[in-house]
């Protein structure tokens, strides 16, 4: 496998995940003018990144639709339950929320207020989002209770975005979540590989 990967974009999803499974992976880093390349856009229409290169040369696209894939690929890494067990469906659940929910309403808020606007709304969004996600990891240290899974790499990926530049100590528990599993060896080897 071959991932196309820019540092600081959405591919460090996959880089990590890609260390978590311990799949052999080659990386490809490209530049912004590389990314908008014909070359690439033969890859990726819209010229993104991540796209990971399959063993048979096809091209899978979409950073969370590549973890999931990744998890089913070595199904011993655990960190996708397997079909057919109850955790399976909220893997499923919390990856879809962390790119449907979270995602859209923190990259809208890092927008408005690069652009000094009131981002007031997506504030209180992202309250009621985090409340949610403290109820839940209130039964375990992971979304999925005992066992870390695919849904943690996104999630805290995009948590990191908020925590990052919020040095307040609002939603504690979620803060100390997100630095758990940042903090995690395969997450520390994929910021060196991915130059992040
Ligand atoms: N929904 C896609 C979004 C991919 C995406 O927007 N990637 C950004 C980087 S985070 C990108 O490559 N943008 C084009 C550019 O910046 O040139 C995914 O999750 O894979």
């Known amino acids: 496998m071959r991932l196309y990967h820019s540092p600081g974009s959405r591919s460090t999803r996959v880089l990590w995940t890609l260390e978590e499974i311990g799949a052999p992976y080659d990386v490809t880093i490209l530049t912004r003018e590389e990314r908008r390349g014909e070359e690439h856009r033969r890859r990726h229409p819209l010229g993104r990144v991540p796209a990971l290169e399959l063993d048979d040369g096809r091209i899978l696209l979409e950073s969370a639709a590549i973890c999931l894939h990744l998890g089913d690929l070595y199904p011993e890494s655990g960190i996708v339950p397997a079909i057919g067990s109850p955790q399976r469906p909220f893997v499923y659940q919390w990856t879809f929320f962390a790119m449907a929910e979270l ?53 805290s990926k995009i948590l990191n975005l908020a925590f990052s530049r919020d040095p307040s100590d609002r939603f504690a528990e979620l803060r100390a979540y997100t630095e758990r599993a940042l903090a995690r ?10 130059r992040d």
């Open 103 to 155: 995602e859209p309403t923190l990259i809208g808020w890092a927008r408005l207020l690069g652009e000094e606007r009131d981002g007031t709304e997506s504030q209180e969004r992202f309250a009621e989002q985090a409340a949610m996600l403290e109820a839940v990891l209130r039964d375990g240290p992971w979304l999925l209770g005992e066992s870390f899974s695919v849904a943690d790499v996104i999630c």
């Open 185 to 194: 060896p395969a997450n520390l080897r994929a910021e060196a590989v991915g």
